[in-house]
């Protein structure tokens, strides 16, 4: 499977910003620092299509990005840490919120998880959130590659108690392949 055609289109200070043609949508979430625009690179074969940075909370809009230009990706900012003021996150909660219930676009959600940490408070909320809502969704467990096989076999486990799980590593490109195959199914 060869790598997305993935360009970047504009940042969005909301929702109400982002394209009404009525193509299909993928969103990212997860935690700040979690890998989101790593993991987009990876799909994309770019490693700088996404701007990455080590420092937390630097995507603080939800951006855009066009995929061969039948469907497009939303790496929306991170939840949890981020060095932005207090009302500057509580607006990103908001447009979360009412993205990931009110978007008729979006056809499903990777969830990104740090295989590190698979069961924090925030992310289990996040699948919560979700399920509520029915909103397909994939957990990709990141950094998979930090984890010896055992201690990657356990996070597993532990992540799929809330759903379904691909280990993804942006580093080794392991599980890629799945993702690809369920982005592809989802916007279908």
């Given at each position: 499977m060869s790598s997305l055609d993935v360009k970047f289109l504009r940042s969005c200070p909301g929702p109400e910003h982002l394209p009404s043609d009525g193509l299909p949508e993928i969103c990212f979430a997860g935690r700040s620092n979690v890998g989101k625009s790593s993991l987009l690179n990876k799909l994309s074969g770019n490693h700088s299509v996404a701007r990455t940075s080590s420092r937390p909370g630097c995507t603080q809009f939800l951006n855009l990005f066009s995929v061969s230009g039948s469907y497009y990706i939303v790496d929306l900012p991170g939840y949890g840490y981020a060095r932005a003021p207090r009302k500057n996150r509580s607006e990103w909660t908001g447009w979360i919120a009412s993205y990931l219930m009110d978007r008729v676009e979006l056809r499903g959600v990777?969830?990104?998880?740090?295989?590190?940490?698979?069961?924090?408070?925030?992310?289990?909320?996040?699948?919560?959130?979700?399920?509520?809502?029915?909103?397909?969704?994939?957990?990709?467990?990141?950094?998979?590659?930090?984890?010896?096989?055992?201690?990657?076999?356990?996070?597993?486990?532990?992540a799929q108690d809330m759903g379904p799980v691909i280990?993804?590593?942006?580093?080794?490109?392991?599980?890629?392949?799945?993702l690809k195959k369920w982005i592809y199914q989802a916007v279908d």
């Open positions: 990777v969830l990104l998880i740090d295989a590190r940490h698979p069961c924090l408070p925030n992310d289990m909320e996040m699948v919560e959130f979700l399920k509520e809502r029915g909103r397909p969704y994939i957990i990709a467990l990141t950094k998979s590659d930090k984890l010896k096989r055992g201690k990657l076999a356990s996070a597993v486990a532990k280990p993804v590593s942006s580093i080794t490109g392991s599980g890629i392949r799945e």
